[in-house]
């Protein structure tokens, strides 16, 4: 999915019966951890923490959140967030996946959401959100909470849209 404005499609869902593919954000009382890249911009990563803080409102189970390094283990699927040219992490991820970012290459506060395979290692499957530049990762990150905040479940899980 790629976005420019407002309108998208929904990317969360709260029953995932009949739905092809989806992370689960949270599943037995454990959360999909969120990665960043330590050298993003700060307004990404204080709407990663914002986004961790919308997960357990309406879940009850707060993620992980941290930043990223070569030595770190993803326990789960991640939800990988960063923005394109600044974010290491999102680098790593595009290269090593061939994510297409085309979309949003050069637009301005645009995003890509979406399930990857073998992003990092030691990571089969990750949902990445990619802003082209620092708002578009910050719009990303709200959108998706916006999705699923005014929703009192406790199970959530995205579907690559």
């Keep these: 999915m790629q976005v420019d404005a407002l309108g998208q499609a929904s990317c969360v869902v709260f029953d995932s019966h009949g739905v092809s593919s989806t992370i689960p954000v949270v599943v037995n009382g454990r959360a999909s951890p969120i990665l960043t890249g330590a050298d993003d911009w700060p307004a990404v990563h204080f709407a990663a923490t914002n986004f961790a803080a919308d997960i357990q409102r309406v879940t009850g189970v707060r993620p992980s959140l941290s930043n990223y390094t070569t030595s770190a283990q993803a326990l789960g699927t991640p939800i990988i967030v960063g923005t394109l040219d600044k974010s290491s992490l999102v680098s790593k991820v595009v290269n090593t996946t061939k994510l297409d970012v085309s979309s949003i290459q050069g637009k301005w506060e645009s995003f890509v959401a979406k399930e990857v395979a073998n992003p990092l290692p030691g990571v089969s499957r990750a949902y990445v959100i990619i802003g ?11 959108d998706h909470s916006e999705q699923f905040g005014g929703h009192h479940f406790s199970v959530a899980s995205i579907a690559s849209c």
Excluded: H
């Design 132 to 142: 082209a530049d620092r708002r578009g990762t910050v719009f990303g990150l709200y």
